[in-house]
């Protein structure tokens, strides 16, 4: 069973609707990062994260520790967010060594 | 300021030839980090650098070396490619320890074996 474990692994919206990207993981953890991987490949990195609440512009990333759970949503969803997004944990005592999950492919329609 | 880059951005190599993927960057990172993204599969750990001249093996070593003789460059050599080395390569840079600060990443280096 992956330590890290994405949901759904593929989700189709319309423009406009609030989108949410589950991350569940089953090791204690220092950290949690959200990251985007464009359609054409490049990656780049969201948020990271040890508890509570981040928000930027119309991402919004959230941490639950003790559930071990995170969230990624958007609000007011558009068709240039289609990507997709990968959480990656950072294990207790692994600082330098970052765990990711398979990604969730976001695909929004206009 | 160019980030991250990697050349090249792709690559084909016969069963048992020997190549080098390049990775720079120009902010002055001290952690650099290779992975590698196979179908379906997340970002694997390959070997990652604290600094110039200290190297350490990441989740899937095995097939690959490294070596970081500056601040700016972190090579990874292939020495007998295999099939199963097919994949997307990654390499990113990093101020802090990985797990407690951002990542930069290149644009990637997608390698065929046949």
């Known amino acids: 069973k992956n330590e890290v474990e994405q949901s759904p692994q593929n989700l189709t919206a319309q423009e406009g609707e609030f989108i949410t990207i589950n991350c569940s993981y089953s090791?204690?953890?220092?950290?949690l990062h959200w990251l985007q991987q464009h359609p054409g490949g490049g990656i780049v990195s969201l948020f990271m994260l040890s508890s509570g609440k981040k928000k930027h512009g119309r991402l919004i990333a959230t941490i639950n520790i003790q559930e071990k759970h995170s969230s990624l949503h958007i609000t007011a969803s558009h068709p240039r967010d289609s990507a997709v997004y990968i959480c990656?944990?950072?294990?207790?005592?692994?600082?330098?060594?970052?765990?990711f999950g398979t990604g969730t492919l976001l695909a929004v329609q206009p | 300021n160019a980030g991250v880059t990697q050349t090249p951005k792709f690559r084909i190599l016969k069963i048992g030839q020997s190549m080098t993927l390049q990775c720079a960057q120009d902010?002055?990172?001290?952690?650099m980090y290779w992975y590698r993204q196979d179908p379906g599969m997340g970002l694997k750990l390959i070997y990652y650098s604290v600094g110039a001249g200290i190297t350490d093996k990441g989740e899937v070593p095995n097939g690959y070396n490294v070596s970081r003789s500056t601040t700016e460059d972190f090579p990874l050599r292939l020495e007998l490619a295999a099939p199963s080395q097919t994949s997307v390569y990654f390499c990113?840079?990093?101020f802090g320890q990985g797990g407690t600060d951002t990542q930069y990443f290149g644009p990637g280096t997608r390698l065929t074996v046949l």
């Open positions: 990656a944990v950072v294990k207790d005592g692994a600082t330098n060594k970052l765990i």
């Open positions: 902010m002055n990172h001290n952690y």
């Open positions: 090791v204690g953890i220092s950290a």
């Open positions: 990113a840079s990093g």
